[in-house]
T-cell receptor, first 115, second 114 residues
Framework: DGGITQSPKYLFRKEGQNVTLSCEQN?????MYWYRQDPGQGLRLIYYSQIVNDFQKGDIAEGYSVSREKKESFPLTVTSAQKNPTAFYLC??????????????FGNGTRLTVT | DQQVKQNSPSLSVQEGRISILNCDYTNSMFDYFLWYKKYPAEGPTFLIS?????DKNEDGRFTVFLNKSAKHLSLHIVPSQPGDSAVYFC?????????????FGTGTRLQVTL
């Protein structure tokens, strides 16, 4: 059963600590994305990757880092430089980014709380 | 600057009636539009899309209408069912863009009551 797995579902960290959110997909999709959702706001793009070993900044990349060493995996690190890290993080994938009719498939998200 | 706007944060509709969710956009470069549905504590799921060359797209109980001159689109759900209760996000892509250029609205929470 193909899909996107994000883990953990809930994550708690102390301020000043880096934390890495996992995202794995077995859909054989080329492109992967990280979004952030805050109350009253739409989803905002943090980073995306169109192919292994390549990734691009999205609209709100500051304070985040990613890697794409394998096609299936696109982990997101929330660094201590991110000023407001508490949020709901969503990972997504699509067949390719070259076509706009390739809808995104989302994972179930990780809710990160930093205190 | 919110380029995709969903001005109604919530909507309540009786089961069996029509639900109409609205979305406005400001960027005239947008030419492909999508609706996603999201349940609490889950990721959004793709619902329906429409290209700017069309003004209507239908899929079962879901129909999306696009009015390019007004920069407005709407999602109609007929008949509404309790399982349709969720947050609905409108999203748009510019004609020069790809999925990486997807811009989401802020969402409308639909509650279908018995």
């Amino acid at each position: 059963d193909g899909g996107i797995t994000q883990s953990p579902k809930y994550l708690f960290r102390k301020e000043g600590q880096n934390v890495t959110l996992s995202c794995e997909q077995n859909l054989n999709h080329d492109a992967m994305y990280w979004y952030r959702q805050d109350p009253g706001q739409g989803l905002r793009l943090i980073y995306y990757s169109q192919i292994v070993n390549d990734f691009q900044k999205g609209d709100i990349a500051e304070g985040y880092s990613v890697s794409r060493e394998k096609k299936e995996s696109f982990p997101l690190t929330v660094t201590s430089a991110q000023k407001n890290p508490t949020a709901f993080y969503l990972c997504a994938s699509s067949i390719r980014t070259g076509q706009n009719n390739s809808p995104l498939h989302f994972g179930n998200g990780t809710r990160l709380t930093v205190t | 600057d919110q380029q995709v706007k969903q001005n109604s944060p919530s909507l309540s509709v009786q089961e069996g009636r029509i639900s109409i969710l609205n979305c406005d956009y400001t960027n005239s470069m947008f030419d492909y539009f999508l609706w996603y549905k999201k349940y609490p504590a889950e990721g959004p799921t793709f619902l329906i899309s429409i290209s700017s060359i069309k003004d209507k797209n239908e899929d079962g109980r879901f129909t999306v209408f696009l009015n390019k001159s007004a920069k407005h689109l709407s999602l109609h759900i007929v008949p509404s069912q309790p399982g349709d209760s969720a947050v609905y996000f409108c999203a748009a892509i510019p004609n020069t863009g790809t999925a990486s250029k997807l811009t989401f609205g802020t969402g409308t929470r639909l509650q279908v009551t018995l």
